[in-house]
């Protein structure tokens, strides 16, 4: 499987709520680069890490692919459910993959943290 091919099937799972969680290697790297910036090395401790993020995912947008090689950019645009009934809001984030086998190895996410406040 190309790179491009994992990460458009991970975002199509993703948008289908199912089984998006194949799509990563077990000894994947995640890294958030908010501000402070934060690393996550495996893929259960990315998942515990994020199941929260996950949870409010409304919908997801891959906007553009930007592929070379075993690496990827994906531009995307999530729609994000607050808890307790607030109206949801829209999130563009940059996502840089790194794709080993037909599996996502590692992650780094780029957004504006002030809406998640």
Same mark, same amino acid.
């Given at each position: 499987m190309t790179t491009r091919e994992t990460v458009e099937r991970y975002f199509d799972q993703l948008a289908a709520k199912s089984a998006w969680q194949e799509?990563?290697?077990?000894?994947?790297t995640f890294t958030?680069?908010?501000?402070?910036?934060?690393?996550?090395?495996?893929?259960?401790?990315?998942?515990?890490?994020?199941?929260? #993020?996950? &949870?409010?995912?409304?919908? %997801?947008e891959l906007r553009q692919l930007l592929v070379d090689g075993p690496r990827a950019v994906a531009l995307t645009r999530y729609e994000i459910q607050q808890p307790g009934g607030k109206p949801? #809001?829209? &999130?563009?984030?940059?996502? %840089?993959?790194?794709?080993?086998?037909g599996r996502i190895d590692s992650l780094a996410i780029y957004f504006d943290s002030a809406p998640y406040r």
């Open positions: 799509s990563f290697a077990d000894d994947m958030s680069r908010t501000s402070p910036t934060k690393e996550v090395k495996g893929k259960a401790a990315y998942l515990e890490a994020t199941k929260r #993020f996950y &949870s409010t995912i409304r919908s %997801v949801s #809001f829209m &999130s563009d984030v940059a996502e %840089v993959f790194s794709v080993n086998g």
